[in-house]
């Protein structure tokens, strides 16, 4: 694989999360973070990219954030890290590293190991850090935190299972496979 090829794939990939953003956010109104469509998109770079181009996909929507109000709802990088769903940003980061230990330890090729994989390290991972983190934020205690959270895990789901089929059909044709 040529650098260039994947300089363009981590392009592509960080401008999909920007497309994605472009969904208006859906407040819930009893917990101070909305349902959003971006952590598809970082689902998909784990997916798709892998750990290393996957995670700098994701670094490069941070830093074009430095600048441009790339997340959900029209918020900067600076914005997001300053508020309460920090810590799920944050998880963003990691997941296509924790897919990729995932898919060390199963290495089974099977839709529904691949979507277990997707959903603990996409859904999960970010769910839990990210309502750790807004329980440190918010003053409130861990459980509600972590309760309040499950109102994410259905979207969330549908969103492991469509980013797995994506990468399903189109992970071989990248190179990855
Ligand atoms: C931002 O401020 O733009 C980040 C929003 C993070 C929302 C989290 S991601 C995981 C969970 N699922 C959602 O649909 N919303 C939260």
């Known amino acids: 694989m040529t650098s260039t090829k994947s300089l363009i794939q981590i392009a592509l990939m960080a401008t999909l999360i920007v497309i994605l953003g472009l969904m208006p956010p859906l407040p819930l109104g009893f917990i101070p973070v909305p ?53 799920y940003v944050m998880g963003w980061l990691i997941v ?45 205690a861990l459980l509600p935190s972590l309760l309040s959270n499950l109102v994410f895990i259905p979207g969330d789901t549908i969103k492991a299972v469509i980013a797995t089929m994506i990468g399903i059909r189109y992970r071989k044709q990248i190179g990855l496979d």
Not at 103 to 112: E, G, N, S, T, V
Not at 117 to 139: F, K, N, P, Q
Request: hydrophobic share 60%; charged share 5%.
């Open 96 to 140: 296509p590293l924790v897919l990729a230990g995932l898919r060390r330890l199963l290495p089974f090729d099977q839709p529904l190991v691949s979507f277990a994989l997707v959903w603990l390290s996409g859904v999960l991972v970010v769910d839990v850090i990210g309502a750790i983190y807004l329980a440190h934020y918010t003053h409130a």
């Open 35 to 87: 349902i959003v469509l971006q952590n598809m998109g970082v689902m998909l770079a784990a997916i798709l990219l892998g750990p290393k181009k996957g995670t700098l996909s994701i670094l490069v929507f941070f830093i074009l954030g430095l600048f441009l109000p790339v997340f959900t709802g029209g918020n900067t990088t600076l914005v997001v890290f300053a508020g309460p769903t920090a810590g």
